[in-house]
């Protein structure tokens, strides 16, 4: 346990018995919270009015829910892979794999991180609220395509940056679809680059279970199909900075998360397990850089 526990504050602080649910939520690997929240921090951004920072409620609302669903969607995904995840080396140590937590005991936690999600959507208005309980049929199913598709990837974007509509939504009143649409896009781009990065880490265990991902497809072409996507993620992101009459401090920001995405495609070992991992985890800094051109674009959008 002790091994488990060196992980955040967070982790060292919790009660033993609390340990398994943590690791079930993987609060001891942040990344992903980061991942889902950031698309719906761009999104909130993007409809502040001019001047103005972007609404500080909304932020801390999507934060929280970031948490949550996330965590729900760990807890699903572990639910769905336990025989496989104790088949793999990496994942075998799992609440679920290694039998610390019955899959009554995560169906539990589920109801529980769903209902204060729940809590959270309330909050929002009824245009967010029928795009967030969408977004769990996404969240539900995402598991199944690993099992059905070479293209796994593309359906975790969709999930994942679901964000980008609805922040928009709670913070507008409405998406505005013009801007919403390419930075969904342009964020389903960025996902295909980074969960293939991270899919490039299981990609020997995975042939071995079975399990179907772009990194397995496209192999040693895979830098060839990340330049690719990283070249539509800068599309999208112009579509929606000219949509939205956005400014030259966005356009540096979304210029320079495209230039951390190649500096990541050009560096990235992918026989290299640890260069991978250390590669995705850099990407919540792709997505601060552009988070932090928004937020500069509409502060100077005022004066
Ligand atoms: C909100 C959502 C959909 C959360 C789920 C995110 C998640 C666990 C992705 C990785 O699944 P994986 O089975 O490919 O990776 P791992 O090998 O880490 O289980
Ligand atoms: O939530 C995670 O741990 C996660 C998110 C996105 C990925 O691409 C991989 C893992
Ligand atoms: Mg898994």
Redesign the pocket.
């Known amino acids: 346990m002790a091994a488990a526990r060196s992980g955040n504050l967070l982790m060292r602080s919790l009660p033993d018995s609390l340990v398994p649910y943590a690791q079930l939520m993987r609060l001891d690997k942040p990344i992903?919270t980061w991942l889902?929240a950031l698309p719906c921090f761009w999104s909130i951004a993007l409809a502040a009015s001019p001047g103005h920072l972007p609404d500080l409620h909304m932020v801390a609302l999507f934060g929280a829910g970031a948490v949550l669903?996330?965590g729900?969607?760990?807890t699903i995904?572990?639910l769905w892979?336990r025989d496989l995840?104790a088949r793999v080396e990496?994942?075998r140590t799992r609440p679920l794999a290694a039998g610390t937590l019955t899959p009554r005991d995560a169906i539990v936690a589920l109801a529980v991180q769903l209902s204060l999600g729940l809590v959270i959507l309330l909050q929002l208005n009824d245009y967010s609220k029928v795009l967030g309980a969408s977004s769990l049929l996404?969240?539900a199913t995402?598991?199944l395509m690993?099992r059905i598709t070479d293209w796994?990837q593309a359906y975790?974007g969709l999930?994942?940056n679901w964000g980008a509509l609805m922040g928009y939504a709670a913070a507008a009143g409405a998406c505005d679809w013009h801007v919403v649409l390419p930075l969904y896009g342009a964020g389903i781009a960025w996902t295909l680059v980074y969960d293939t990065i991270?899919?490039h880490q299981?990609k020997k265990d995975d042939k071995v279970v079975g399990v179907k991902s772009t990194a397995l497809l496209w192999g040693e072409r895979s830098k060839a199909w990340f330049v690719m996507f990283a070249g539509l993620c800068g599309l999208g992101l112009a579509g929606t900075g000219w949509a939205s009459g956005a400014g030259p401090a966005y356009y540096a920001g979304a210029a320079a998360m495209i230039g951390h995405l190649a500096w990541q495609i050009r560096s990235v070992d992918l026989g290299n397990g640890p260069d991978c991992m250390a590669k995705f985890v850099s990407n919540k800094e792709a997505g601060a850089l552009l988070l932090a051109g928004i937020v500069a674009d509409r502060l100077m959008a005022g004066v």
């Open positions: 992903g889902l669903l996330r729900a969607g760990c995904n572990d892979d995840d990496r994942t996404l969240v995402y598991p690993k796994p975790l999930t994942f991270y899919a299981d």
